[in-house]
């Protein structure tokens, strides 16, 4: 079956960076799109950035355009959010999902706390 | 920039009821819509795309409507695992965006 199991997140200090890591397993990762998503504690979700199948098309929400960047590794199966100059407002949990092509399949997330 | 709003923010409700809930998109999407069921402490989970197409696995009772700006997500029959949050979210166009939820209590 599809899974997707993030990993990266942890503590980290306003102005710092973190890279989130997500590996796909169950279909053929090269043939599909990929997502970020994430919640705030006890808030909504939210849309962060997607990236085309074969990695050339990539798209951003205003809040993190300029500061977070997506990319892909499709010989190890891996999704990538690289994230710098990170503020308290980006604390979250992170997932990684699938596009089919709305959002079906979800990992369980990776918790990002940025904290001094 | 397309912004989706959703009401009501709360819904208390009974175990069998009929359940209604709502989500606006600020410009016509079209059926580029999609609905999120989140429970306690888990990840989010696609109910419904293309405004009323079920996902696989998901019952009956759920059921979608609408087109350009106004939608409706629909529970024939509510089940104590149909609570939680549902999000509505749209994907006509970059950057995509989701409603702020409607949250289902009993």
């Known amino acids: 079956q599809v899974q997707l199991v993030e990993s990266g997140g942890g503590v980290v200090q306003p102005g710092g960076s973190l890279r989130l890591s997500c590996e796909v397993s169950g279909l053929t990762f090269r043939n599909n799109g990929m997502h970020w998503v994430r919640q705030a504690p006890g808030k909504g979700l939210e849309w962060l950035t997607f990236i085309r199948a074969a990695g050339d098309d990539k798209y951003y929400a205003d809040s993190v355009e300029g500061r977070f960047s997506i990319s892909r590794d499709d010989s190890r199966n891996m999704l990538y959010l690289q994230m710098n100059s990170l503020t308290i407002e980006d604390t979250a949990v992170y997932y990684c999902?699938?596009?089919?092509?709305?959002?079906?399949?979800w990992g369980q997330g990776t918790l990002v706390t940025v904290t001094s | 920039e397309k912004v989706m709003t959703q009401s009501p923010a709360t819904l208390s409700v009974s175990p069998g009821e009929r359940v209604t809930l709502s989500c606006r998109a600020s410009q016509s999407i079209g059926t580029n819509v999609a609905w999120y069921q989140q429970n306690l402490g888990q990840a989010p989970r696609l109910l419904l795309y293309?405004?009323?197409i079920r996902a696989t696995g998901v019952p009956a009772r759920f059921s979608g409507s609408g087109s350009g700006t106004e939608f409706t997500l629909t529970i024939s029959s509510l089940q104590s695992e149909d609570l939680g949050v549902y999000y509505c979210q749209h994907f006509d166009g970059w950057p995509w965006a989701f409603g702020p939820g409607t949250k289902v209590e009993f």
């Open positions: 999902v699938k596009d089919s092509p709305v959002l079906d399949y």
């Open positions: 293309g405004a009323s």
